[in-house]
């Protein structure tokens, strides 16, 4: 009836039928397009600062969910989420030591972290960080615990500890670090964290003994040898069958202790201790 009303025959019809479709997809289409979509309006919006960051990937580590709950079981997952983009962890019980690279487009504002049931449904906390602070740490966060808020009852003082930093930045460890070649991947940046972290450690203990040596002279008495069974020294979780999972502790033995170094795995610390 319309198109007998607009004089239009049956071909006719079609014809106005196929542009009026096509017509709604390119509205559609463009309502999906966003200003720093063109390439020339991104540049110029770098160029007179209104974006502070190119486009750049962010290396995260959620290391612990730390919260009061009635469950003292619980599984959650943990969701970050940068602008259209997100990416979400396994299911644990509050130790996650889970790594993941997030990709931050220019013009993000900020970094949304949330703590999820086990179902990834119910949002239970949530943390909204600036991209701009992030940015202003110079090493990032390492083993930073973060203060969130509670979105549901009976899920209380949520913290979440948090390692942050730049996939394209460089690492300046220096010292006997630098002898170390690791590889360029997330599993690299990691050990490059962790080396750093015992080598400040094992610095820190060397003066602590002997509070009149230079800084020269705590690099000098710590070998490569000693960073290195440092850094395999610790908690970590033995995985076993139906998902569970145990804490022990490992540690590497070395002379003068033994005369073929090992690395051996302890039931708990207090048992390492006692040899």
């Known amino acids: 009836l319309l198109m007998r009303a607009a004089g239009l025959d049956a071909a006719g019809g079609c014809v106005a039928v196929l542009v009026a479709c096509c017509l709604a997809a390119g509205v559609y289409k463009c309502s999906q397009c966003r200003m720093r979509d063109c390439p020339c309006l991104k540049r110029f919006m770098l160029a007179t600062g209104q974006d502070n960051f190119e486009d750049c990937d962010l290396f995260i580590v959620i290391h612990e969910c730390i919260f009061t ?31 993941m690279s997030m990709f931050i487009e220019q013009g993000t504002p900020t970094l949304l972290v949330e703590i999820l049931d086990k179902y990834g449904r119910n949002r239970l906390a949530k943390l909204e960080l600036e991209i701009a602070d992030i940015f202003a740490q110079e090493d990032g966060y390492v083993e930073h615990t973060f203060n969130m808020k509670s979105t549901s009852r009976g899920f209380a003082h949520p913290r979440i500890k948090l390692s942050i930093s730049r996939s394209d930045a460089e690492a300046e460890a220096g010292g006997i670090i630098d002898d170390i070649d690791v590889s360029e991947d997330q599993a690299g940046l990691m050990v490059k964290q962790h ?41 970590l979780y033995l995985m076993g069958t139906w998902g569970a999972r ?30």
């Open 69 to 99: 709950a009635n469950d003292l079981n619980m599984f959650t997952v943990v969701r970050i989420s940068a602008g259209e983009h997100s990416a979400s962890t396994d299911a644990y019980k509050r130790v996650f030591q889970q790594p």
């Open 195 to 235: 080396l750093q972290k015992v080598h400040e450690a094992e610095i820190a203990a060397l003066k602590a003994n002997d509070p009149d040596i230079s800084a020269g002279d705590t690099t000098q008495n710590l070998t490569l040898g000693q960073l290195l069974d440092a850094a395999c020294s610790g908690h």
């Open 246 to 275: 145990d804490k022990v502790w490992v540690d590497v033995r070395t002379r003068p202790e033994v005369k073929k170094s090992y690395m051996g795995v302890w039931m708990d610390k207090a048992l390492w201790e006692k040899n």
